[in-house]
C-alpha cells in the first residue's frame, strides 16, 4: 500500500523560502514519477511540478518556473520541492503524489495520478 507523508509547510513572509518534503513507502519509489501540486480555498487543484522516476528530467507550472525546484532521493525514497520567492498568491495546500505506472514519461495533471499525501499548508503573508 503506497504512503506518502508530506512535511515541511508552514508561515512565511513574501520572498522568503520553504522547502517541502514528501516521504514515500510501500513500493519500489525510484520506478515512479512523482508530482507536487497545490490547492487554494475555493479553487480547483493544479499542478507545481514533477520529477521523472529516473530524476533526469522535471517540468513545472509556469506560475513557479525559476523560483521552485524539484527533486527526489531515490535512496532514501524521498522527494522534495524547494520554493524560493515565494508570494502570497502560492499560498495553498500542497499535496505530493505519486505515478500509478512505472517507467513511463513526465506526467503533469491532476488525473494522472492516484497516490496523493495528507497535503501541508503554506502560507505566504505580504
Known amino acids: 500500500q503506497v504512503q506518502l507523508v508530506e512535511s515541511g509547510g508552514g508561515l512565511v513572509q513574501a520572498g522568503g523560502s520553504l522547502r517541502l518534503s514528501c516521504a514515500a513507502s510501500?513500493?519500489?519509489?525510484?520506478?515512479?514519477?512523482m508530482g507536487w501540486f497545490r490547492q487554494a480555498p475555493g479553487k480547483e487543484r493544479e499542478f507545481v511540478a514533477a520529477?521523472?522516476?529516473?530524476?533526469?528530467?522535471?517540468g513545472y507550472a509556469d506560475s513557479v518556473k525559476g523560483r521552485f525546484t524539484i527533486s527526489r532521493d531515490n535512496a532514501k525514497n524521498m522527494a522534495y520541492l524547494q520554493m524560493n520567492s515565494l508570494k502570497p498568491e502560492d499560498t495553498a495546500v500542497y499535496y505530493c503524489?505519486?505515478?500509478?505506472?512505472?517507467?513511463?514519461?513526465?506526467?503533469?495533471?491532476?488525473?494522472?495520478?492516484?497516490?496523493w499525501g495528507q497535503g501541508t499548508q503554506v502560507t505566504v503573508s505580504s
Open positions: 503524489a505519486e505515478d500509478p505506472v512505472p517507467f513511463r514519461g513526465l506526467r503533469m495533471s491532476v488525473q494522472e495520478y492516484d497516490y
Open positions: 510501500g513500493r519500489t519509489f525510484s520506478n515512479y514519477n
Open positions: 520529477i521523472r522516476w529516473s530524476g533526469g528530467s522535471a
